[in-house]
């Protein structure tokens, strides 16, 4: 949990997030979007908390 966290307060603290979103929506819109990652872990990993984030704001 505690990586989560850093990694959702480095999202927050980032000027690009709402550019992010809205690219993300756009894309959305037309199909799916895909988060790719290379770590160990499944669930601990930069694109499942960015894809979780990015659920909770569109």
Known sequence: M??????????SMNE???????????ELEKGNVTFLFAAKSETE????????WVLTKI
Request: aromatic share 14%; net charge positive; hydrophobic share 40%.
């Open 2 to 11: 505690a990586f989560k966290n850093r990694y959702l307060e480095e999202i």
């Open 16 to 26: 690009e997030r709402f550019e992010f979103l809205k690219k993300v929506k756009t």
């Open 45 to 52: 990993n930069q694109a499942s908390v960015l894809a979780e």
